[in-house]
């Protein structure tokens, strides 16, 4: 299977290394360093991950840096000009002296539906209400708050690159079955054609809940703020 593609979206250059000992461990780094780099991104005591961390043994993920908002926006637009796309956003909030994590967010979602965005602050810059009302929908949209645990990141990580891979997947299904039923079968109106997507939409949706509830189980949800 490929490798899911992960893009860290932050100003300062030692929380993406950070990220990058955390979510890479074909880096071989030792479990102080790894603590280390924990307690670097979330503001905890290096002591508080030492039991907490997974330590990812499998190396299944690609990590793609970005350094602003722009950035992180060119690699989304680059990534689907290649046909391989970016699976979920770690992204800071604040990102002097240009577009912030809100604003990014709002621009790469209207690119990609689909992708999975996670705003990270130590911040209260804005509730989330504010940040779904700039991004336009809370789907795919999860905002963390310091502190947080490396557990939780490596957990967020799986978690929603395995829910994007079964989203894609239920995605091109659907697009085959709507094709062919359009071409056999097509809508009439304009009032029909809008009310066969909805329905699309309405199932697609049911199913990619069904397999999540099936397959996937997120441990320690008190962190995530919806």
């Known amino acids: 299977m490929k490798k899911s593609r992960i893009l860290v979206?932050?100003?300062?250059?030692?929380i993406i290394e950070s990220y990058h000992r955390i979510l890479d461990p074909a880096k071989n780094q030792s479990q102080v360093d790894f603590h280390k780099s924990a307690?670097?991104?979330?503001?905890?005591e290096e002591?508080?991950?030492?039991?907490?961390?997974?330590?990812?043994?499998?190396?299944?993920?690609?990590?793609?840096?970005?350094?602003?908002g722009l950035e992180a926006i060119e690699a989304v637009k680059?990534?689907?000009?290649e046909n391989n796309p970016i699976s979920l956003i770690f992204l800071d909030m604040r990102m002097?002296?240009?577009?912030?994590?809100r604003e990014t967010a709002r621009q790469i979602r209207e690119m990609d539906k689909l992708i999975e965005i996670v705003i990270m602050t130590a911040y209260s810059d804005?509730?989330?209400?504010e940040i779904v009302e700039k991004v336009g929908t809370e789907e795919r949209l999860l905002y963390l708050k310091k502190p947080f645990s490396a557990e939780q990141i490596e957990q967020l990580a799986s978690y929603l690159t395995n829910r994007w891979h079964t989203e894609q997947g239920l995605a091109e299904d659907q697009e085959e079955e709507i094709s062919t039923e359009a071409l056999s079968q097509p809508?009439?109106?304009?009032?029909?054609?809008?009310?066969?997507?909805?329905?699309?939409?309405?199932?697609w949706k049911n199913n990619a809940d069904q397999v999540y509830e099936e397959k996937m189980d997120l441990q320690n949800p008190d962190y995530l703020q919806y």
């Open 126 to 129: 804005y509730s989330f209400e």
């Open 78 to 81: 680059k990534s689907h000009e």
């Open 9 to 14: 979206v932050d100003d300062e250059k030692t």
């Open 187 to 203: 809508p009439g109106t304009a009032e029909q054609w809008i009310a066969y997507v909805k329905a699309v939409d309405m199932v």
């Open 96 to 101: 002097p002296p240009g577009i912030d994590g």
């Open 39 to 44: 307690a670097n991104i979330f503001s905890i």
């Open 47 to 68: 002591s508080d991950t030492a039991e907490d961390s997974m330590h990812l043994e499998d190396d299944p993920f690609e990590l793609i840096n970005a350094y602003n």
